[in-house]
Every structure is written in structure tokens, then in C-alpha cells.
């Protein structure tokens, strides 16, 4: 069985792409500083898993801890999630999330190529698109200015991949561009569990279900889209931790130095109005929620060409966004 190294594994995509990688016959050793999460993930994994991962409590900008994890496994790839991820707090924290989110993929390089290890999946986002001229988005559409440090840094951390590549460096490596994940397992063992008030949609809308919050608010009803609410493209954490897995494999054919980006997203875009009436529709619930303004900086609609990663990589979604919703909320239920 191939040892992956999955840094963040503790977090809400790294704990579902534990699952799959194991259902897949890998092994997952799980690297994570519980900044963002809890230990009692790693019992949620056990319960759905069968086993325990092998979980490193530890910072991943922090070598020492990784050359334990290299000399006490043999790594055949590393899934790198470690990051900070909320789009506010990197604004009034920049330096912070440069020196996590950029610092933990150089020191994780470092390591790679001290250990031999060659085979890297890179987290990371639609948001180096902004909001682009030409919908949907592939992925030669050009990246945009980030809107925020943290959108800044994924920008960052891509240049550093490629320029890294370049160098003949030896390594394979593949960023993943992740649309809006949601959803939860279909089990609500594991899930998202966003710290204060949440920045996403749904795990707003799942927290106003649960009476956490007292109403949500749409931002805006008037943008050019079909109901005037935002569009996004919403993929179920399932699927998105699939497309880890099969980007994996896919480069375990390749030849050294090599680097490509992939959109993971459904291809199709739903308005937050849908979101919220679907919701509605699903869980048999009436959702508090109020129509506001608009957000300065919101990016009104985008959607992913999802051609390139069901053509090489055979990646296709099985999850829809009623499954996605209807998993959030029991999740969500197991948290009141
Ligand atoms: N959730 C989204 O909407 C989204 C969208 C696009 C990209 N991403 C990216 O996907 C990745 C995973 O996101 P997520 O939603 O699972 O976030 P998350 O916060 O739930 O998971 C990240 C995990 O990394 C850990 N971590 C952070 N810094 C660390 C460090 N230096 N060393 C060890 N562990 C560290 C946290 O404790 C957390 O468990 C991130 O890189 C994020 O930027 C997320």
C-alpha cells in the first residue's frame, strides 16, 4: 500500500480525501497542526475508515517534524492542504498567511527533494481567476489580480511550483484549482467546521438552519445573472477528494518535471438563490433569510470548463447539489 502524506489532513477536504484514499488502497499518514481543526477527526476517520490514520500532530513549515514522518515511512507522494484559508483575516493578517501558506509549500519542497519523493498535489483555488471575461473558465483563461492576500497566495504558491518545475527539480506535480466545495461523508462523521461565524455560504446557511445564526443574507439581487443573486460552482467534498486521488495516479505516469493545472469544479454554476431553495426543498426546512447589499469586491459569477479533468484525468462528479446540501445539514445536525 502506497503512503501518501497529507498535509491538513485534519481539515475539512483532507479529512474526506483520507477516506477516499484509503478506499482506493492507499495509505494516508496524516500531517497537521490542528490550527483549523480538531484531533477528534482522526476518531471520526478511525469510525469510517475501519483503522486509525497515522496522524503527526505538527506544523508543516517545521522540517524537523517532517524528516520524522521521512525516516519513519516510505512516501510515494504528498497531498499538500496545510494552509490558512480565510479571505478576511488575511486581510488584516497578510504577513501571516504569506509566511504559513507560502513558507509550508517550500519547506514541504525541501523536504520532497531530501527524501526522493517526487509526486506532489497542490491545493488550490478558482479565486486566481477572479471574476473573469469569458464564463466558463478554463484553464488558459488568464489569473487575474488576487482580490485578497490569501487569493494571493495561491497565485504565489502555483508560481513557485512552476518556477520549480523548471529548474529540473525532478518532481511531478499537479494543482488542483477547487471550485466552491460543500457537502459532507454521506455518514456526517466528518465535515466542515468553520471557526466563528462562517465566510462561506453554506455552512452559513446550514448554521441559520440550525438557529447558530439568526439570518442569512443574500448579497445582492440584482447582478446580471438568472435570479440576480451570485453564481458559483458548487462541487461535493466527495467528488473533490476523488479528483486527489485520480491526479495521484495520473502522475505516477509521468515524466520527472513535470506540472499541470486542473479546474475541479461540477461545470455548471447555481445562484445562491437556488442554493438557498434548495436547501429549502431537500431538508424539508424554511430558511430566515433576507436580501442585503452588495458586497464591494464579490466576484458575480463563475463556473469551471471542466472538460480537461474529465478528458486526462477521468474525473467526472457523482455528487449533486441536492446530495451536497442534504449532507451538509445532517452533518451540521450532528454538531447542535
Ligand atoms: N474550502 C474551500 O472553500 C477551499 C477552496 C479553494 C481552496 N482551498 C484550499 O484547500 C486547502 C484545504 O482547505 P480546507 O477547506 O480543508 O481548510 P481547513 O482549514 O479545514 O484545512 C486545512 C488544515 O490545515 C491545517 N494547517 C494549517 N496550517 C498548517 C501548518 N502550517 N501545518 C500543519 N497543518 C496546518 C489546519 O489545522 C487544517 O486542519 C487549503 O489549502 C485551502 O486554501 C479551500
Known sequence: MKKILITGGAGYIGSHTAVVMAEAGLTPIILDDLSNSSESVIDRLEEIMGYKPIF??????????????????????????????????????????????????????????????????????????????????????????????????????????????????????????????????????????????????????????????????????????????????????????????????YLGGQSANFYDVFNVGTGHGNTVLEVVETFEKVNQITLNYEIGPKRPGDVVKIWADTKKINQILGWFPKYSLEDSLRDSWNWQKTLN
Not at 224 to 234: E, L
Not at 243 to 249: F, I, Y
Open 56 to 249: 503527526y500532530k505538527g506544523d508543516c513549515n517545521d522540517s524537523s517534524i517532517l524528516n520524522q514522518i521521512g525516516k519513519e515511512h516510505q512516501l510515494a507522494g504528498v497531498i499538500h492542504f496545510a494552509a490558512f484559508k480565510a479571505v478576511g483575516e488575511s486581510t488584516q493578517e497578510p504577513l501571516k498567511y504569506y509566511q504559513n501558506n507560502l513558507g509550508s509549500l517550500m519547506v514541504l519542497l525541501d523536504f520532497m527533494k531530501k527524501e526522493g519523493i517526487q509526486d506532489l498535489v497542490f491545493s488550490s483555488s478558482c479565486t486566481v481567476y477572479g471574476q473573469p471575461d469569458v464564463l466558463p473558465v478554463t484553464e488558459t483563461t488568464p489569473r487575474k489580480d488576487a482580490e485578497s492576500p490569501y487569493g494571493n497566495t495561491k497565485k504565489v504558491c502555483e508560481d513557485i511550483l512552476v518556477d520549480y518545475v523548471k529548474s529540473k527539480a525532478g518532481v511531478r506535480v499537479i494543482s488542483l484549482r477547487y471550485f466552491n466545495p460543500v457537502g459532507a461523508h454521506p455518514s456526517a462523521k466528518i465535515g466542515e467546521l468553520p471557526n466563528g461565524i462562517p465566510n462561506n455560504l453554506v455552512p452559513f446557511v446550514t448554521q441559520t438552519a440550525a438557529g447558530l445564526r439568526n439570518k442569512l443574507t443574500v448579497f445582492g439581487n440584482d447582478y446580471d445573472t438568472s435570479d440576480g443573486s451570485c453564481v458559483r460552482d458548487f462541487i461535493h467534498v466527495m467528488d473533490l477528494a476523488d479528483a486527489h486521488v485520480k491526479a495521484l495516479n
